[in-house]
């Protein structure tokens, strides 16, 4: 029912598999029946969800809930879903920053030493010429 590719389903749907992953789901796909009936039904939610509404909620619940639990209501602020998707695009997670960061770091570190090694290497062409 359930192999290592029917986790990848909905990233192939939603176009974020990488290439590679892509081809080879694909062809897995193509001898994988159930993988094949996952992804017709993920295909169905995904088509049904894009056809509802997406509106407001009538009355907003929160001040309810929040007395039942014990905690302040007015410090909570309704987001659309439409502002929570826009937001979720340019979100990146602590791991993703420090790694994006230690990339930089070491790019940096790497155009530092090739501009030094060129320096070294046009002085060293200039000092053996001769001067007129
Ligand atoms: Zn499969």
């Not at 969800?49 to 619940?61: G, S, T, V, W, Y």
């Not at 879903?81 to 990339?103: D, G, I, K, M, N």
């Amino acid at each position: 029912m359930s192999d290592t590719w029917t986790e990848h389903l909905s990233e192939y749907i939603d176009g974020t598999l990488p290439e590679a992953e892509r081809t080879a789901l694909e062809a897995h796909l193509a001898g994988c029946e159930a993988c094949r009936t996952t992804l017709e039904e993920l295909r169905r939610v995904v088509a049904r969800a894009r056809a509802l509404d997406d509106r407001p909620p009538a009355a907003d619940l929160w001040p309810g809930i929040a007395e039942q639990i014990g905690v302040s209501s007015g410090a909570h602020q309704v987001v659309s879903l439409a502002e929570r998707r826009t937001r979720r695009r340019v979100a990146f997670t602590v791991p993703q920053l420090a790694a994006a960061a230690a990339l930089l770091l070491r790019a940096a570190r790497t155009w530092r030493c090739t501009a030094r090694r060129s320096e070294r290497a046009a002085r060293s062409r200039s000092a053996g010429r001769p001067r007129i």
